[in-house]
């Protein structure tokens, strides 16, 4: 048998399955990589919004990244919502254990309905414990600023604000143009690898099914890692999923709905758009 790509993702759940480790393992799926989890957190959750939040003991999340540590051994890994402190400090942990270097950080602070995904004092912990241990970090324009303590403005406000975190440790900043007010045309992703700027530009997809689009872009960028990929080929690659994910919404559920996993592939294997 050929060799078997395989990346794990350390997230919360997300009941709805749109973000969280559903939107994570459903997109390593797609993207022909055998998935595993550490569970962080239980959401209660729906396109309506965030109605509960129960985290996982941080020995629990520790314990579930050694068990797949020891025996599959991931070519990539991932994490997501990681709610606090106590957390992180074990992820950190584990990470340079096992010695793990393909490893995205997609710092989730807030769910797009407002509900606190990682406590105000656990912000500090994932600059110093886990931005070091990265490849690669992708925070949407407000993480960046809380990452930075800066205000953003403009095209050079991404720029600064990469350097800014490429200096805390992390090789590759990618700092979404998800939530970028000035551009109804155009998202762009900003790439710094500490020398030089790639910009990914994507069409703006008018669209409510925007839940879980940070999830996803960063979980395929997990994916192309684990397959092989160079990190501007995964970024590269991640943009195109995205945009096909938001543009064949599936329009599901009563609020922001999810956007649709299947769309890349099959787009790619038989032409049909959903
Ligand atoms: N309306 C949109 N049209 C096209 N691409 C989008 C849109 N919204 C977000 N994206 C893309 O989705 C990915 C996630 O971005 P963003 O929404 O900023 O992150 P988050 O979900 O973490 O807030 C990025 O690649 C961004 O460019
Ligand atoms: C469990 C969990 N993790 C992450 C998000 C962020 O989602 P988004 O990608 O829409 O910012 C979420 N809503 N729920």
Request: aromatic share 6%.
């Amino acid at each position: 048998m050929s060799s078997v790509y395989k990346a794990l993702t350390i997230a919360g759940s997300d009941s709805g399955g749109g973000a969280g480790i559903q939107a994570d393992l459903k997109t390593f799926q797609e993207l022909g990589v055998y998935g595993m989890s550490a569970l962080t957190a239980v959401t209660v959750q729906n396109t309506l919004g965030v109605q509960g939040v129960h985290p996982i003991p941080p020995e629990t999340v520790a314990a579930q990244i050694a068990s797949v540590g020891e025996d599959l051994k991931p070519d990539a890994l991932k994490t997501g919502m990681l709610f606090s402190a106590e957390i992180i400090e074990q992820v950190a942990g584990q990470v340079s254990r096992f010695g793990w270097n393909k490893l995205v950080v997609d710092p989730v602070m807030i769910a797009k309905g407002g509900a606190e995904l990682l406590l105000e004092e656990a912000v500090q912990a994932l600059r110093s414990r886990l931005l070091p241990l990265a490849l690669v970090v992708t925070p949407n324009l407000p993480e960046a600023e809380r990452l930075t303590g800066m205000t953003i403005a403009g095209a050079e406000g991404k720029r600064e604000a990469a350097k800014r975190l490429h200096a805390l440790g992390t090789a590759y900043v990618v700092i979404k143009g998800g939530h970028e007010e000035g551009d109804p045309e155009r998202s762009v992703d900003l790439l710094y690898d500490g020398s030089g700027f790639t910009e990914f530009a994507g069409t703006r997809v008018s669209t409510p099914h925007t839940h879980g689009t940070g999830c996803t872009f960063s979980a395929a960028i997990t994916a192309g890692l684990a397959t092989g990929l160079e990190v501007t080929e995964a970024v590269g690659q991640a943009r195109a999923f995205i945009q096909a994910a938001l543009e064949d919404s599936l329009g599901i559920g009563n609020g922001h709905g999810p956007t649709n996993h299947w769309a890349y592939r099959r787009r790619q294997t038989d032409g049909v758009e959903l």
